[in-house]
């Protein structure tokens, strides 16, 4: 009988934590500093003031007690963007300069960050988990953006450094031992084997598109070898393999979670751990996202994963899992059918099939959107690999954000490689990502979750964007509108939100939480020569033309006015500092929101 019996070899105990040195920890803190000066300060958090004497564009921030002085060199660009120099930051108190420590920046700051005694300390252990994360990624061989930029896909997935470029606390992942970061954070590379377990089917629910059932796309995952391991090994046991399912688990959740949180399930036979699979997997930015590093063609597996990261623990909902399929075939066939959509060469991947387990103990004592309801649960989502043309490659949308150690730009790397100006590399991506964004919106009142991670570009053999493909759809996406029809199974996607606030779906999510950034790398790189009002107007030109092509749409243009001269600013690490372990309730995510004021929209001086 083949089992799992140990954990993936683990280095020494000081192997282990031979990135941490205190050259690599002093460039983490200056870099995560850097970053909380600037997204507190756009937050509202924090209220920078010039520091007299000391020439034009320089500023201090002062902890909450007055006693020590945080002094650095910023240019404050539009959407309120701090760009501040990593290197000019300097710590200060009674008239010495203190070394820059991120503990004891957010410690010295917590009233002014709203910081309760409860989340405080949470809040740390994830600032150093990221530190240490950070750390990791500074002792890795240095790879030039130069030279990622022409990379393979999952070469880019790895050499991502940053993360959400919004949140300061982006890497937590608690839960991990140093040993278990090293098995399974992307950044490291390093491959992973699955571990199957059969799930009884009176207990587990499978749902899947229509074109693929459940021994269709296990023939396509697993080969006949591994199938008849599986089954000699529920033979062996006298079961029958044909009453389970068989389940993909993230080895982290079996030997943390299952083995013990679910031990009379396993006990009673409605789980039997099966082993290892053969392919070997790579995690992508999301964590608990998986790449077929064996064979590229098959499906993504996306796994339950019980970690704190970012604001959530990374669980899989069971409940949720029965409409996904459903889900993707409604909006697979409106791209499919939409002419404006196609022609943009929008694409997205379809979560084909997914199966959830209930837990008939938890499910009678936990509530409504309990961690306990998300510890098994797995779908199956397309590849993009599939989908490349001759000469096309794929590099994740958040590699546009990238920057090496030296301050090269992934996305100036591309424009250079592309041989266009700026500004017209510029409008070909806006076409693919901005324009299925903007159509999708004022069509159907349906919105994406487009950040950086959710977005795959294809670019054509000179680093050109050609077309995006959108991923991570049952979860994220949503159709704010009561008149548009759906099917029964696809309600769930259904959100009621103030008329008001529909438009932030589209200043937030994309102006303020990627364009922003990508305004700031490309308008500040001085051998791009595109400025500011070159990049907000290419962004307008795009919006323009959409409209010009929708006149249709006249009404709800004006009734949705994306040339406003400002919009609500939604602050993200305030959700993350109010409760950082479930920042959002998924069934209201709009009442959740934190409005400080206004921001003022870029593309209003070129509104038509």
């Known amino acids: 009988m083949t089992t799992t019996t140990s954990r993936t070899t683990a280095p020494t105990p000081g192997e282990a934590v031979a990135h941490l040195t205190p050259e690599r920890w002093e460039h983490a803190n200056r870099l995560l500093i850097r970053k909380a000066l600037s997204e507190f300060t756009h937050e509202r958090l924090l209220t920078p003031e010039p520091v007299p004497h000391h020439g034009e564009g320089r500023y201090a921030v002062r902890s909450d007690d007055g006693a020590t002085e945080y002094r650095f060199a910023a240019r404050v660009l539009t959407l309120d963007h701090w760009q501040i120099d990593a290197d000019s930051v300097t710590r200060h108190r009674d008239g010495n300069e203190l070394p820059l420590d991120a503990l004891d920046f957010i410690t010295e700051l917590r009233t002014a960050l709203g910081l309760s005694e409860e989340v405080l300390p949470v809040y740390l252990e994830e600032i150093s988990s990221t530190l240490a994360s950070t750390a990791y990624k500074l002792a890795a061989p240095q790879v030039s953006a130069d030279r990622l930029a022409r990379s393979g896909f999952q070469e880019i997935e790895a050499g991502m450094t940053e993360g959400h470029p919004c949140f300061v606390a982006n890497n937590g992942r608690l839960g991990f031992d140093i040993a278990e970061y090293r098995a399974y954070a992307p950044e490291t590379g390093s491959p992973v084997r699955l571990i199957w377990v059969a799930a009884h089917r ?164 936990a509530p409504k959107g309990s961690p306990y309801l998300k510890m098994l649960a797995a779908l199956w989502r397309e590849s993009p690999v599939p989908l490349l043309e001759s000469g096309e490659r794929l590099a994740t949308m958040a590699s546009l954000l990238h920057v090496d150690r030296d301050g090269g730009s992934f996305a100036a790397a591309l424009i250079r490689e592309s041989g266009l100006s700026p500004e017209v590399w510029l409008r070909r991506y806006l076409e693919t990502y901005l324009t299925p964004l903007l159509h999708s919106f004022y069509a159907y009142d349906l919105v994406f979750m487009p950040h950086g991670e959710n977005v795959i570009l294809v670019l054509d053999e000179h680093g050109v964007p050609r077309r995006s493909i959108f991923k991570d759809i049952a979860e994220e996406i949503a159709v704010m509108s009561q008149e548009q029809e759906l099917p029964p199974e696809v309600e769930r996607i259904r959100a009621e939100v103030p008329e008001d606030m529909k438009i932030l779906s589209l200043f937030t999510d994309v102006f303020d939480c990627f364009l922003r950034f990508l305004n700031g790398i490309l308008a500040t790189d001085p051998d791009l020569g595109l400025d500011e009002d070159a990049f907000w107007s290419t962004v307008a030109d795009c919006v323009k033309d959409y409209q010009k092509s929708a006149p249709h749409l006249a009404d709800r243009f004006k009734r949705y006015d994306l040339f406003a001269d400002s919009f609500a600013l939604s602050c993200l690490n305030r959700l993350q500092l109010r409760n950082n372990k479930q920042m959002v309730d998924l069934q209201d995510p709009a009442g959740a929101l934190q409005l400080i004021g206004d921001l003022k929209n870029p593309i209003a001086p070129f509104a038509p």
Not at 227 to 244: N, W
Not at 292 to 303: D, I, L, Q, R
Not at 319 to 348: C, F, H, Q, R
């Open 202 to 365: 009176s207990r587990a629910t499978f749902t899947a598109c229509t074109d693929i059932s459940y021994d269709k796309l296990l023939l396509s995952e697993l080969s006949g070898s591994t199938l008849r391991r599986f089954s000699d090994t529920m033979t062996e046991l006298g079961l029958e393999l044909d009453d389970y399912y068989l389940v993909p688990v993230h080895p982290w959740q079996w030997w943390n979670k299952l083995s013990v949180t679910f031990a009379a399930e396993v006990a009673q036979r409605y789980l039997v751990c099966l082993g290892h699979g053969d392919d070997e997997h790579l995690a992508q930015q999301s964590i608990r996202t998986f790449f077929n590093a064996s064979n590229p063609a098959k499906h993504y597996v996306k796994t339950a994963l019980s970690v704190l990261n970012m604001g959530f623990l990374r669980g899989l909902s069971a409940e949720y899992m029965k409409a996904t399929p459903a889900i993707n075939d409604w909006l697979a066939d409106l791209v499919a059918t939409d002419s404006v959509l196609k022609e943009t060469g929008l694409a997205v991947l379809r979560e084909r099939a997914a199966i959830g387990y209930h837990s008939a103990p938890y499910e009678a004592a």
